[in-house]
């Protein structure tokens, strides 16, 4: 199993991004994909997670109505609209191989067995 995260860069406030987390090594269609965030000196932060059921995504209030996630086969996007300072961070995707997303556990980091190795969003003038 293995998850390229990309797309991060230098953007400025107000500005969009869009991240990829590339799945391999698995059947992608109907597993679980996460998408986490790390500001430095915090604690990683779920922002969403997408899957099959119903709901197929949850996000986190943080990032509601300004991300938006898509897929298709073996990959996972994040638009990213309206940026902040505050979303600066190093975002990661992860997945535990689920079909869906648990409305109870989706959002804990311990949950998720497989990481992809980061990448960096700055929001900066």
């Known amino acids: 199993v293995q998850l390229q995260a990309s797309g991060g860069g230098l953007v400025q406030p107000g500005g969009s991004l869009r991240l990829s987390c590339s799945a391999s090594g698995f059947t992608r269609p109907n597993r679980q994909i996460a998408w986490f965030r790390q500001a430095p000196g915090k604690e990683r932060e779920a922002i969403l997670c997408?899957?099959?059921?119903?709901?197929s995504t949850y996000y986190s209030d943080s990032v509601k109505g300004r991300f938006t996630v898509s897929t298709d086969t073996n990959t996972v996007y994040v638009q990213m609209n309206n940026l902040k300072p505050e979303d600066t961070a190093t975002y990661y995707c992860?997945?535990?191989?689920?079909?869906?997303?648990?409305?109870?556990?989706?959002?804990?980091?311990?949950?998720?067995?497989?990481w992809g190795q980061g990448t960096l969003v700055t929001v900066s003038s």
């Open positions: 992860a997945t535990d191989l689920d079909r869906g997303c648990n409305r109870h556990t989706w959002s804990f980091r311990r949950y998720y067995r497989y």
């Open positions: 997408t899957g099959s059921g119903d709901p």
